[in-house]
C-alpha cells in the first residue's frame, strides 16, 4: 500500500491540533514521574512463635509511606515509590507468625486510649529511604535501603525499647524488565530483608532481652501491667 | 572412600545453527568431589540456591532454574526442588542475610524444630550452593537504523564479549558436609553484522556455562551417568 508522505501537512487545521496535542503528551509523558506502587507476595516465617501477645499501631505516615525524589536533569526522571501497602502487608504477615498472638491497635498507645489488651505495642517507622538505579551509579544494579525506627512501648504508651534497623534490596537489571518493574522487585526484596532482619535480631536488642527476662521470670513485674487498665480485648 | 577428580574440559564451540549463527564460546570447567553417591539419591530430594550476599553482582534466576533442568532432563529419577519455591518455604532462613555460609550453620538452622520438621518433610540430601555471574566484558562497533516510507533497515556492525564464572558447592545434608566443589569459567564473543536486516550472531555463553555445569552435577548425582 502507498504511504502519502503529505498527510501531515495538507490536512485541516483540526488534524494538526490533534497531532501537536498528541506531541504534547508525548513530551509531559516523557518529563513524568515514574511511580512505582511496591506489591509483592511475602511468605509467612517459619520458626517457633515467642510465646506474647504483641500489638501493632501503624503510624498514618507509615501505612501510607511514599518516597518522591525529584528528577536532578532533565535526561533523568523524578520517582515516586508508594511502599506503605506492602509494608503493612508484609508487617502483618510477619508479626502474626513470630509472636503467639497479633493484635491491631484502636489508636497509638497512651493512657486515655482503649486498646486491646497485649503484652507489649510495636511501632514501626520509616526513618530513610534510599534507592539507586544504573543511571545514577553506571553499575547494573537496581538498589532500596531502608532505616527503620521501632518502639516498643506499653498499652499505656510507656517506652519499654526503641532501636533503629537497616533493610537493603537489590536486583540487577534484566532483559525486558522496566524501571518500575525492577526497582519493585527490590523493594520486595528490601522488604523481606527487613523481616529476616527484625526476627534475627529482635530477641537481640538490649532492651528488649532485658524486658523478656523480665517477662519470663514474671510476666505480672514486667513493665506492660500499667496498662491493663485500659485494656478492652 | 574419597574420591578426588579433576577433569579439566575445555572446548571451543563454534557452531552454525539451523537459521542462523551462533558466536564462538570457549568454556573450562573443572571438579573437584568426594563421596560421590555411587547408588544414585533414591527418593531424597536436592536443591540448587544461588549465592545473593555480594554487593555487585547476583547469581541468576534463571540460571539456577536452567541447571536444574538441565539435570531433571537427563535424569528423570533425581528431583531438584524449585529454588523460589524453597526459599519461600523456609523464609526468612535462605535470604541473602541469613543463608548458611558453611555446612556447619545447617546445625543452627536444624534447633528451629519447625525448620527441621520442614526439610525433614522434603528429605533433603543435597544442597548445592552456585556463586558467581554472567557479565558483559567488551563492547564495539555501532550501527545506524532508519524509517522511511519505503521501508525501514539498518546499516553497521555491533560486537560485544560475555563472560560467565560461576562455582557450585555441595553440601551433603545428612553428614553436614561439603562434598564437592565445580566450577565453570566461559567466555565469548557476540556478532551483529547489518545490511538492511540485522544478523544477530550470539554466543550462548551462559547457557555453554549450565551445560557445563549441569553435566558435572549430573555425573555427581545420577548412577546412571
Known amino acids: 500500500m502507498e504511504v502519502p508522505l503529505s498527510v501531515s501537512t495538507t490536512s485541516g487545521p483540526r488534524r494538526f491540533r490533534t497531532i501537536a496535542g498528541a506531541a504534547v503528551l508525548l513530551l509531559l509523558a516523557g518529563c513524568g514521574a515514574k511511580e512505582v506502587v511496591v506489591k509483592g507476595n511475602f511468605p509467612p516465617p517459619v520458626l517457633e512463635p515467642i510465646p506474647l501477645s504483641i500489638g501493632i499501631w501503624y503510624p498514618q505516615e507509615f501505612a501510607t509511606h511514599e518516597f518522591f525524589d525529584e528528577a536532578k536533569g532533565r535526561a533523568e526522571s523524578a520517582w515516586l515509590v508508594r511502599t506503605g501497602e506492602a509494608q503493612v502487608q508484609m508487617w502483618d504477615q510477619l508479626l502474626d507468625g513470630m509472636f503467639e498472638r497479633l493484635k491491631h491497635m484502636n489508636g497509638k498507645p497512651s493512657p486515655s486510649q482503649m486498646n486491646p489488651a497485649v503484652d507489649a505495642v510495636l511501632i514501626p517507622s520509616i526513618v530513610e529511604l534510599q534507592y539507586a538505579i544504573p543511571a545514577h551509579t553506571n553499575i547494573k544494579v537496581y538498589e532500596i535501603w531502608m532505616r527503620y525506627g521501632f518502639e516498643l512501648v506499653t498499652v499505656n504508651g510507656d517506652p519499654i525499647a526503641e532501636w533503629t534497623m537497616t533493610a537493603y534490596g537489590k536486583t540487577p537489571t534484566a532483559f525486558l524488565q522496566s524501571d518500575e518493574a525492577a526497582v519493585n522487585l527490590a523493594a520486595v526484596v528490601a522488604l523481606r530483608d527487613a523481616g529476616a532482619h527484625f526476627i534475627t535480631s529482635f530477641q537481640k536488642v538490649p532492651e528488649v532481652s532485658q524486658w523478656l527476662a523480665l517477662y519470663d521470670e514474671d510476666p505480672a513485674a514486667a513493665p506492660q501491667t500499667g496498662g491493663l487498665g485500659n485494656a478492652t480485648d | ?225
Open chain 2, 1 to 225: 572412600m574419597r574420591q578426588i577428580r579433576a577433569a579439566v574440559q575445555r572446548g571451543v564451540v563454534c557452531a552454525l545453527a539451523l537459521a542462523g549463527l551462533s558466536g564462538c564460546v570457549t568454556s573450562t570447567v573443572d571438579e573437584m568431589v568426594f563421596n560421590e553417591p555411587t547408588e544414585g539419591i533414591g527418593d531424597a530430594t536436592v536443591v540448587i540456591l544461588g549465592r545473593r550476599h555480594a554487593s555487585d553482582y547476583e547469581t541468576e534466576f534463571d540460571f539456577i532454574e536452567c541447571i536444574g533442568d538441565h539435570v531433571m532432563a537427563r535424569d528423570s529419577s533425581i528431583e531438584i526442588l524449585d529454588e523460589i519455591e524453597f526459599i519461600n518455604s523456609l523464609y526468612p532462613w535462605f535470604e541473602p542475610r541469613t543463608a548458611p555460609l558453611r555446612p556447619t550453620d545447617i546445625e543452627r538452622l536444624l534447633q528451629q524444630q519447625p525448620v527441621a520438621e520442614r526439610l525433614a518433610t522434603i528429605k533433603l540430601e543435597y544442597m548445592i550452593w552456585v556463586d558467581g555471574s554472567t557479565v558483559q566484558t567488551n563492547s564495539a562497533g555501532s550501527m545506524t537504523c532508519g524509517v522511511g516510507p519505503g521501508g525501514a533497515g539498518c546499516f553497521g556492525f555491533g560486537t560485544w564479549g560475555n563472560a560467565s564464572d560461576y562455582e557450585a558447592t555441595i553440601w551433603d545434608f545428612t553428614d553436614r558436609a561439603e562434598v564437592g566443589r565445580l566450577n565453570t569459567s566461559t567466555s565469548g564473543q557476540s556478532y551483529m553484522p547489518a545490511v538492511v536486516v540485522p544478523i544477530p550472531i550470539i554466543a550462548p555463553v551462559q547457557g555453554t556455562a549450565c551445560d557445563g555445569m549441569g553435566d558435572q552435577l549430573l555425573q555427581f548425582l545420577s548412577s546412571e551417568h
